[in-house]
């Protein structure tokens, strides 16, 4: 069992940074990959991000990249989210997820929210224009 608990959303203007925790209680955490995903007010849970067990190999959906990075510490538990240039359109709540997996054969099962087996309760993230 895995119990995920995020941390680190705000408010936020246009261009501005946030870094998004989410600690994990559980022994199998350093074997798990994780993501990240979010949630805008009427729209579907969205893949953000995710990272294999080690960190070695890393995904993100297009709308993101250049501006997050996905890392992990696995002697504390924990995987971060930096968000950096965040947009008006950033604005939903994240949700950190973990995977029974420890790596993606490939993008689209990192992308897919059956590949992840727990879930945390989200953060929410508003960014201001």
């Known amino acids: 069992q895995v119990q995920l608990v995020e941390s680190g959303g705000g408010l936020v203007q246009a261009g501005g940074s946030l870094r998004l925790s989410c600690a994990a209680s559980?022994?199998?955490?350093?074997?798990?990959?994780m993501g990240w995903f979010r949630q805008a007010p009427g729209k579907a849970r969205e893949f953000v991000a995710a990272i294999n067990w080690s960190g070695g190999s890393t995904y993100y959906t297009d709308s993101v990249k250049g501006r997050f990075t996905i890392s992990r510490d696995n002697a504390k538990n924990t995987v971060y989210l930096q968000m950096n240039s965040l947009k008006p359109e950033d604005t939903a709540v994240y949700y950190c997820a973990a995977s029974n997996l420890g790596l993606f054969s490939k993008i689209t099962t990192a992308q897919a929210m059956g590949t992840y087996a727990y879930w945390g309760q989200g953060t929410q993230v508003t960014v201001s224009s």
């Open positions: 559980g022994r199998t955490f350093s074997s798990s990959a």
